[in-house]
């Protein structure tokens, strides 16, 4: 049984009855009114005190990831927070951000939740100066924590006034990598050494001393997770991207979970190609997966996360594509459709190292 008081139980049982035009309503009152006062800061940077909602989708989460180090490294730890999903605690701590970080569980943060009323208290506990809010789809509880940081500026992917002041996204065709560019200039941080950076911590867990030749480097990982949209793999396709690859390279499958792998267990069988879950959202990929050059994946959730791993390149077959990945060194990106043969001589041809023929 919750301990929270009769009487916040009682207000929230009555405010699930109401519109969504009176729910918001209600909580622009409890955060503090329509009207405020507000004078936009040029120097958007120099603010000393910052809290961050990551985004809550998983795959610009990773997106974001190198611009939440480059921006808690600038500040000391009592000036910087961060509030995500509790799921990726396990990647924060490994990037050394765990310390400087909030987590919630998405089904708990509900308004009349002993979750929520905690977090309601935490991000209270010192006056903000800025507010970054990267959740696209906002629900109106977070945006009700955004607003009661008391943070001067607000600064959010959409127009979400009064709960955010300050729009840096119009378009209703959102670019997590042109919101994340914005971020970039907007702060002052250089795009290619964020980037730098953000492999850089990632690498305190590889071994001291390992060779740039790697021993596995005739094989490639098979991400089998699911795109975040269209169709997962088909068999024909495994088939056809091995027989692409061979002789000359082999192909590992790895998904997040078991029974991601557990359909394709025919076909892998008669491929004879190595299966493994692993943990994609756990500190362990930083030290796995580098043993590997390159990863063949769809646009799924860990995607784009595999570019913070040193060495190694991502292959990306898109069927449908939300929206443009950077033109990255260590990214390539295939048509689903396309011909696997070709997909195979152009992979050949970007994991040549400098200088070989």
Request: hydrophobic share 40%; net charge positive; proline share 4%.
């Amino acid at each position: 049984m919750s301990a929270l008081p009769f009487a916040k139980k009682l207000r929230w049982f009555l405010m699930r009855f109401r519109s969504a035009r009176g729910l918001r309503r209600w909580f622009e009152k409890r955060s503090g009114g329509k009207n405020e006062m507000f004078q936009y800061k040029a120097d958007i940077a120099g603010c000393k005190r910052v809290i961050v909602f990551l985004p809550a989708e998983q795959d610009k989460f990773f997106v974001i990831l190198p611009f939440a180090i480059a921006l808690s490294e600038r500040r000391a730890q009592n000036d910087f927070l961060i509030i995500t999903e509790q799921e990726n605690r396990y990647i924060l701590r490994a990037l050394g951000l765990e310390r400087v970080s909030l987590f919630y569980n998405s089904q708990t943060m509900l308004y009349g939740e002993a979750d929520f009323f905690e977090m309601e208290k935490r991000v209270q506990e010192q006056k903000w100066d800025l507010c970054i809010f990267l959740h696209e789809n906002a629900e109106l509880p977070f945006l009700y924590l955004a607003r009661i940081t008391r943070a001067a500026y607000r600064m959010g992917i959409k127009q979400e006034f009064p709960f955010l002041n300050i729009a840096f996204q119009t378009s209703n065709n959102e670019n997590i990598y042109a919101n994340r560019s914005f971020l970039y200039k907007t702060f002052s941080i250089d795009p290619e050494k964020a980037e730098q950076d953000s492999i850089r911590i990632t690498q305190k867990n590889e071994k001291t001393g390992a060779s740039s030749k790697l021993s596995t480097s005739n094989t490639l990982l098979l991400n089998l997770e699911p795109p975040i949209n269209g169709e997962p793999w088909s068999d024909f396709e495994i088939s056809m991207l091995c027989k692409a690859f061979q002789p000359k390279w082999r192909l590992i499958a790895i998904a997040e979970t078991a029974e991601q792998l557990e359909s394709y267990s025919k076909v892998m069988e008669e491929l004879e190609m190595r299966s493994n879950p692993v943990l994609l959202h756990s500190e362990s990929i930083f030290s796995v997966l580098r043993q590997y050059p390159a990863i063949v994946t769809f646009n799924s959730l860990h995607s784009h996360l595999f570019l913070n791993l040193s060495r190694v390149k991502v292959l990306m077959l898109e069927q449908s594509v939300d929206y443009e990945t950077p033109n990255n060194q260590r990214m390539v990106k295939f048509r689903r459709e396309g011909n696997f043969y070709s997909f195979a001589k152009l992979v050949a041809d970007f994991l040549k190292e400098p200088g070989t023929k």
